[in-house]
């Protein structure tokens, strides 16, 4: 629990619109490349230092909130 609250102190988890957690679920490629691309930020590093964007074959199934997470990852 201690790790899960410092990952929300710095912004890397944040929890879902409706107040709840899910610790326990498993995450969707998504919701990794959202915490990948916020745990890279929090570091001091710039996303867009990594290269170009990449595209999916289903990038029509990534919710708009992740998409330029995805990409970015």
Known sequence: MLRSKLLAKWGIVTGYEDGSFRGDNPITRQEMATLLKRFVEACGA??????????????ASVDAWAKANVQWA
């Open 46 to 59: 710039s996303g867009a230092s990594f290269g170009k964007s990449a595209t999916f074959a289903d990038m």
